[in-house]
């Protein structure tokens, strides 16, 4: 879709073993960007993957690992990584459980992981792009940043905590050629999705197929997932000069979810 607009940046890519990230990775590699993988795992198939898109897309990738819900790992991978042109804050978890019952832990690690972590990574960023004179930062938020669905209490304050860091983040860097901007996608089906079925099946009393159907998809009104790479392709595309004026939004890929 794009030519090698982005050789010579380095693009910082958290929770990118997996899912939106390792599609969202592979998109900036295609268009030449060097990468920094992230998860909070060291394991030799992690530094596995790094070789791999190395080799397939002919770019520097590296991965390093650091815990997204604590602050000062957050910090240091961005000072690891050396360099940020490009920073991708995605790294997400997600529980479901109406508000009574909301295990205080999970709730805690979803804003931990979901929000706080790119106020670290993002403060850790800034000085870089600065220096640099131009910058890009993307927040993976959600269609669950701008619409609400029952529960998911800490998910759906996270990711509206991401919408508005997003702003501010956009705000206090607006005369700097530096953008940031929040993707908000409807559902994919990524490992994240795979892993609330169940528990949303017996929220709903519902089969995995009719959950599939009558509850994610239910409100997408293309009756499609978004796809890893479609959400690669907005963010490279928020990369590009096209996207020089565009800060502080939201852009939905969502199927016309929040159109409803
Ligand atoms: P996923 O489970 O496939 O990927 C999540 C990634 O985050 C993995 O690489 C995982 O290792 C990493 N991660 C989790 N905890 C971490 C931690 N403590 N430190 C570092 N990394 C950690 O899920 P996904 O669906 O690809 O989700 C990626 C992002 O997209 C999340 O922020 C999610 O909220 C968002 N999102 C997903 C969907 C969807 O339908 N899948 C929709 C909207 C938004």
Request: with cysteine.
């Amino acid at each position: 879709m794009f030519q090698k607009f982005l050789t010579g940046k380095t693009a910082i890519v958290t929770g990118s073993n997996s899912g939106i990230g390792l599609g969202v990775a592979h998109q900036l590699a295609k268009a030449g960007a060097d990468l920094v993988l992230n998860s909070f795992t060291d394991r030799d198939e992690d530094h596995a993957l790094a070789e791999e898109l190395a080799k397939q897309h002919g770019v520097k990738v590296r991965y390093i690992k650091a815990d997204m819900s604590k602050g000062e790992e957050c910090r240091a991978l961005v000072e690891k990584a050396g360099a940020c042109d490009i920073l991708v804050n995605n790294a997400g978890i997600q529980h479901v459980a109406p508000i009574q019952d909301f295990p205080t832990e999970k709730w805690d690690a979803i804003i931990a992981i979901n929000l706080t972590s790119s106020f670290h990574t993002t403060a850790a960023a800034l000085p870089m792009m600065r220096k640099a004179g131009w910058g890009r930062i993307v927040n993976i938020a959600s269609a669950h940043g701008l619409t609400a669905s029952p529960f998911k209490s800490a998910y759906v304050a996270a990711k509206h905590g991401v919408v508005g860091l997003t702003k501010v983040t956009a705000l206090e860097t607006a005369q700097e050629k530096i953008t940031c901007n929040a993707i908000c996608p409807g559902y994919v089906l990524t490992p994240l999705v795979e892993a609330q079925i169940p528990d949303t099946m017996k929220e709903y009393n519902m089969s995995r197929d009719d959950v599939i159907k009558n509850v994610m998809l239910q409100r997408q009104p293309s009756k499609e997932f978004a796809t890893v790479e479609e959400l690669g392709d907005t963010t490279v595309f928020l990369c590009s000069d096209a996207a020089a004026q565009i800060t502080g939004t939201t852009i939905s890929v969502d199927g016309g979810w929040t159109a409803l």
